[in-house]
């Protein structure tokens, strides 16, 4: 039975262990923890020879399944579902019925189904047909069937019926997957809806925290795409702060969107655990390349400006990412971000990268994408070495004071 | 002296073809070879490394698009386009013209150069063979083009034999202006249409100047192939046999193996990179449309005696649900294609040396062609080499 442990809680930060994992003993996952973002399977833009030159990439892989329902008969064929189709190897992988990076479009879930969005169109899933997608597919990990487009501006009754909704398709699931040799219990992710009412947020916890799941999966705040990292989040970690006290603490907790990181630390705060990895990705889009700070230990030798090289004038560092479309680059030829090991600042330049964008090739997303998950993964060691040396407020006092400060030209 | 030398290795007792060790500043090169091309200086998304794995050990370049951005002066300052890509390896760099007069509608050929209008501002400019030197000399490719005056291969009359005398002045201009010749090699192209007189005429004056070698130029312009072939088949009958032939923006697997009969060294094609974006794989029996429903449900490879990453590990089902719609799914079939078009050369180089080319012909024939339809060309052309299709 999947074991996890909160070792500590401070300022409401949770730090925990997950062990026994249904079918693998050998693995060990602390949290606060980001899965790896990926779309049919594969990290977006990285062959997979490309994608094992990030160092550190977490042992959880998180598979929207919008991306692949489409090719349900095809996976069937695979021994090991997923596994075998997307050539996974020993990752654990976990499934999200929407993509956080992808935007969903409101209104065309009804009381039987969810509309899900394949590249090949709309796509509605009932209960049944998720259990078929969920025995098919075989993920380690899985969240439930869910109605999560409410959002500030959705009414009480549509907020209630999303709760309701919700409840009524995870019972449909357990009792279908019991039936099958889904191991449901170890597996299936509760998924918590409610918008932004609070009762019904705190009857969807309680309510689903009865169940035999997994753990649970927050959502329902906003519906899902590029957009949600520019979230106004102060009534959502309010919200979450009272509803998450009705959950088991020895359950992990996944909230998907794009993750900023003073999100990403409100976030924590809140109690949540584990994230997903679609924020560099979307930074990758914007032909960006991620470069804030977090040293918290104050270490840092050399202070660096977007606009390229170092400067001793400058006491912090200015956003969290320059534009490599941006012309100043074309013959600054230091890496993406001084000190960084990966294997992008390791070889090219920023000419040369801005250079690959100015000109639309492909090898600027790959080249962008190794160093942002790179630097986010980064990102995420830190935060877990923050909470173990007690620094946690250091570090979310050093991403604020990058946060949201317009670039300098 | 040259920046090169050329070791025949081996020779067909039958056919003109040879395998050759080509020894440039980056790079031994081993002969026959297909250059992928890298047009801006990256090759579709596929690192450095990546092609390294493949084995590749020339790719291409086009001055044109890298004379235009970032600009000769921002090659220069980063120490030259090997260091900047990142690519250890040899590098070959067209001359610029051939794009520009493909590319540009209002491109004009005068005596001095290439006229042209600027694609950013409007303004008149002109690409003589002097800047065409200077770009490619701030690029730093093991192999550069002469600029030469190029007329579609379709066009006949007295433009074709101006355009041969033309591009012999210019390239004696070129080896005037070529500032690294310890570096860089110069090869001359020969011109001269689809007339055996002037392309004999060319190939003796040129080769009157001692350049490191030669390509065969003016042709895969949409002319027939029956006169594509006689004009490469003439041509590697005259060039000196210790320089290397490069036949230019040749790619496809059946003309590889044909021309590589009759003595070409060096080929390259934009088509097994460019056709791979859209999800088409080639195979020993010809393409793969990966996009086709028929691969929905397939669980084998590409390519089953294939050993890229790609047929290593990706069923065609999975690369079905990719194609054209995440980028991967261009990388994969990139490498894949990159790796089919470095093998064919590879199995057409052991067969040289092992002297058993005909065999081979006739076996990849076969099977590119199972019910015996071949082309006339090909068929013409290798007969004039001794070889009979089966
Ligand atoms: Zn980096
Ligand atoms: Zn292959």
Same mark, same amino acid.
């Given at each position: 039975?999947?074991?996890?442990?909160?070792?500590?809680?401070?300022?409401?930060?949770?730090?925990?262990?997950?062990?026994?994992?249904?079918?693998?003993?050998?693995?060990?996952?602390?949290?606060?923890?980001?899965?790896?973002?990926?779309?049919?399977?594969?990290?977006?833009?990285?062959?997979?020879?490309?994608?094992?030159?990030?160092?550190?990439?977490?042992?959880?892989?998180?598979?929207?399944?919008?991306?692949?329902?489409?090719?349900?008969?095809?996976?069937?064929?695979?021994?090991?579902?997923? +596994?075998?189709?997307?050539?996974?190897?020993?990752?654990?992988?976990?499934?999200?019925?929407?993509?956080?990076? $992808?935007?969903?479009?409101?209104?065309?879930?009804?009381?039987?189904?969810?509309?899900?969005?394949?590249?090949?169109?709309?796509?509605?899933?009932?209960?049944?047909?998720?259990?078929?997608?969920?025995?098919?597919?075989?993920?380690?990990?899985?969240?439930?069937?869910?109605?999560?487009?409410?959002?500030?501006?959705?009414?009480?009754?549509?907020?209630?019926?999303?709760?309701?909704?919700?409840?009524?398709?995870?019972?449909?699931?357990? $009792?279908?997957?019991?039936?099958?040799?889904?191991?449901?219990?170890?597996?299936?992710?509760?998924?918590?809806?409610?918008?932004? $009412?609070?009762?019904?947020?705190?009857?969807?916890?309680?309510?689903?925290?009865?169940?035999?799941?997994?753990?649970?999966?927050?959502?329902?705040?906003?519906?899902?795409?590029?957009?949600?990292?520019?979230?106004?989040?102060?009534?959502?970690?309010?919200?979450?702060?009272?509803?998450?006290?009705?959950?088991?603490?020895?359950?992990? +907790?996944?909230?998907?969107?794009?993750?900023?990181?003073?999100?990403?630390?409100?976030?924590?705060?809140?109690?949540?655990?584990?994230?997903?990895?679609?924020?560099?990705?979307?930074?990758?889009?914007?032909?960006?390349?991620?470069?804030?700070?977090?040293?918290?230990?104050?270490? +840092?030798?050399?202070?660096?400006?977007?606009?390229?090289?170092?400067?001793?004038?400058?006491?912090?560092?200015?956003?969290?990412?320059?534009?490599?479309?941006?012309?100043?680059?074309?013959?600054?030829?230091?890496?993406?971000?001084?000190?960084?090991?990966?294997?992008?600042?390791?070889?090219?330049?920023?000419?040369?990268?801005?250079?690959?964008?100015?000109?639309?090739?492909?090898?600027?997303?790959?080249?962008?994408?190794?160093?942002?998950?790179?630097?986010?993964?980064?990102?995420? +060691?830190?935060?877990?070495?923050?909470?173990?040396?007690?620094?946690?407020?250091?570090?979310?006092?050093?991403?604020?004071?990058?946060?949201?400060?317009?670039?300098?030209? | 002296?040259?920046?090169?030398?050329?070791?025949?290795?081996?020779?067909?007792?039958?056919?003109?073809?040879?395998?050759?060790?080509?020894?440039?500043?980056?790079?031994?090169?081993?002969?026959?070879?297909?250059?992928? /091309?890298?047009?801006?200086?990256?090759?579709?998304?596929?690192?450095?490394?990546?092609?390294?794995?493949?084995?590749?050990?020339?790719?291409?370049? #086009?001055?044109?698009?890298?004379?235009?951005?970032?600009?000769?002066?921002?090659?220069?300052?980063?120490?030259?386009?090997?260091?900047?890509?990142?690519?250890?390896?040899?590098?070959?760099?067209?001359?610029?013209?051939?794009?520009?007069?493909?590319?540009?509608?209002?491109?004009?050929?005068?005596?001095?150069?290439?006229?042209?209008?600027?694609?950013?501002?409007?303004?008149?400019?002109?690409?003589?063979?002097?800047?065409?030197?200077?770009?490619?000399?701030?690029?730093?490719?093991?192999?550069?083009?002469?600029?030469?005056?190029?007329?579609?291969?379709?066009?006949?009359?007295?433009?074709?034999?101006?355009?041969?005398?033309?591009?012999?002045?210019?390239?004696?201009?070129?080896?005037?202006?070529?500032?690294?010749?310890?570096?860089?090699?110069?090869?001359?192209?020969?011109?001269?249409?689809?007339?055996?007189?002037?392309?004999?005429?060319?190939?003796?004056?040129?080769?009157?100047?001692?350049?490191?070698? !030669?390509?065969?130029?003016?042709?895969?312009?949409?002319?027939?192939?029956?006169?594509?072939?006689?004009?490469? #088949?003439?041509?590697?009958?005259?060039?000196?046999?210790?320089?290397?032939?490069?036949?230019?923006?040749?790619?496809?697997?059946?003309?590889?193996? /044909?021309?590589?009969?009759?003595?070409?060294?060096?080929?390259?094609?934009?088509?097994?990179?460019?056709?791979?974006?859209?999800?088409?794989?080639?195979?020993?029996?010809?393409?793969?449309?990966?996009?086709?429903?028929?691969?929905?449900?397939?669980?084998?490879?590409?390519?089953? #005696?294939?050993?890229?990453?790609?047929?290593? #590990?990706?069923?065609?089902?999975?690369?079905?649900?990719?194609?054209?719609?995440?980028?991967?799914?261009?990388?994969?079939?990139?490498?894949?294609?990159?790796?089919?078009?470095?093998?064919?050369?590879?199995?057409?180089?052991?067969?040289?040396?092992?002297?058993?080319?005909?065999? !081979?012909?006739?076996? !990849?024939?076969?099977?590119? !062609?199972?019910?015996?339809?071949?082309?006339?060309?090909?068929?013409?052309?290798?007969?004039?080499?001794?070889?009979?299709?089966?």
């Amino acid at each position: 039975m999947m074991k996890f442990v909160v070792r500590s809680s401070r300022n409401g930060v949770r730090s925990g262990v997950i062990t026994e994992l249904p079918g693998r003993p050998d693995v060990t996952i602390e949290t606060p923890m980001c899965m790896v973002y990926s779309r049919t399977g594969s990290v977006p833009h990285l062959t997979p020879d490309v994608a094992s030159k990030i160092d550190g990439t977490p042992l959880i892989t998180h598979i929207p399944i919008n991306s692949l329902i489409g090719h349900l008969s095809a996976v069937k064929q695979c021994k090991k579902g997923i +596994r075998d189709f997307a050539v996974l190897g020993d990752t654990l992988l976990y499934g999200s019925l929407q993509d956080p990076a $992808e935007p969903v479009f409101p209104g065309k879930n009804d009381k039987h189904s969810v509309a899900v969005w394949s590249k090949g169109g709309r796509i509605s899933v009932n209960p049944e047909m998720y259990v078929e997608v969920q025995e098919a597919f075989k993920f380690d990990w899985f969240a439930a069937l869910s109605d999560g487009d409410t959002d500030k501006q959705t009414s009480r009754k549509r907020v209630r019926k999303s709760v309701d909704r919700t409840l009524q398709w995870l019972d449909e699931s357990i $009792e279908k997957l019991q039936k099958s040799d889904v191991q449901s219990s170890e597996r299936l992710f509760g998924v918590l809806e409610g918008g932004f $009412e609070i009762d019904q947020r705190v009857h969807s916890a309680k309510e689903t925290a009865l169940r035999p799941v997994a753990g649970f999966c927050i959502e329902g705040f906003n519906t899902a795409g590029p957009e949600t990292e520019k979230v106004d989040f102060t009534e959502i970690k309010s919200i979450l702060h009272e509803t998450l006290t009705h959950l088991p603490s020895e359950k992990p +907790r996944i909230m998907h969107q794009v993750w900023p990181p003073h999100l990403v630390l409100e976030a924590l705060e809140a109690g949540i655990d584990i994230f997903d990895s679609s924020f560099p990705y979307i930074v990758t889009e914007r032909n960006a390349a991620l470069i804030f700070d977090f040293k918290y230990n104050g270490t +840092r030798s050399q202070v660096i400006k977007p606009n390229g090289g170092s400067d001793s004038e400058s006491a912090t560092r200015v956003g969290y990412e320059i534009d490599l479309k941006d012309k100043r680059f074309e013959s600054d030829f230091s890496g993406l971000l001084a000190g960084c090991s990966c294997y992008t600042c390791r070889n090219f330049t920023r000419s040369y990268i801005c250079h690959l964008v100015n000109t639309r090739e492909l090898l600027a997303s790959v080249l962008l994408m190794i160093h942002n998950v790179h630097h986010y993964f980064e990102f995420f +060691r830190h935060i877990r070495l923050s909470i173990q040396e007690d620094k946690f407020l250091e570090l979310l006092k050093l991403i604020n004071s990058q946060r949201n400060v317009p670039e300098k030209t | 002296k040259h920046a090169l030398s050329l070791k025949i290795l081996g020779e067909c007792s039958t056919t003109k073809a040879r395998v050759c060790q080509l020894t440039l500043p980056h790079q031994v090169v081993d002969t026959p070879v297909f250059m992928p /091309v890298g047009t801006q200086g990256t090759l579709k998304g596929i690192l450095p490394e990546q092609l390294e794995d493949l084995g590749c050990q020339i790719m291409l370049s #086009n001055t044109y698009h890298l004379g235009h951005r970032p600009g000769p002066e921002l090659l220069t300052q980063a120490g030259g386009l090997h260091n900047w890509m990142r690519w250890n390896r040899a590098l070959l760099t067209d001359s610029g013209g051939f794009q520009m007069v493909s590319l540009l509608k209002l491109a004009e050929i005068t005596e001095q150069g290439v006229k042209f209008e600027s694609p950013h501002d409007g303004s008149e400019m002109m690409l003589t063979p002097e800047e065409s030197m200077r770009i490619q000399n701030s690029i730093g490719a093991d192999i550069m083009m002469q600029l030469d005056d190029v007329v579609s291969s379709t066009t006949s009359g007295p433009r074709v034999e101006e355009a041969m005398h033309r591009s012999i002045r210019w390239l004696d201009r070129c080896i005037k202006a070529h500032k690294n010749t310890s570096k860089q090699n110069l090869f001359a192209i020969v011109q001269g249409g689809l007339d055996e007189t002037l392309r004999n005429q060319c190939i003796e004056e040129m080769t009157k100047r001692d350049v490191p070698g !030669f390509a065969i130029g003016g042709l895969s312009g949409g002319e027939e192939k029956q006169h594509f072939w006689k004009m490469v #088949n003439i041509s590697t009958d005259s060039l000196p046999k210790e320089k290397p032939r490069y036949l230019m923006g040749v790619g496809y697997a059946v003309d590889l193996v /044909v021309c590589s009969a009759l003595g070409c060294d060096m080929f390259d094609c934009v088509f097994p990179t460019r056709t791979a974006r859209f999800g088409t794989a080639l195979v020993p029996s010809g393409q793969l449309q990966l996009k086709k429903e028929v691969y929905a449900n397939d669980t084998r490879p590409i390519d089953d #005696n294939c050993e890229c990453l790609t047929c290593r #590990n990706y069923s065609r089902a999975y690369l079905h649900s990719i194609v054209t719609k995440e980028t991967i799914a261009c990388h994969l079939v990139t490498l894949h294609n990159v790796a089919y078009q470095l093998n064919l050369m590879k199995y057409v180089r052991k067969s040289i040396m092992e002297d058993t080319l005909p065999k !081979f012909i006739q076996n !990849f024939m076969l099977e590119q !062609f199972p019910h015996k339809q071949y082309p006339q060309w090909a068929v013409d052309a290798l007969s004039t080499v001794g070889v009979t299709l089966l």
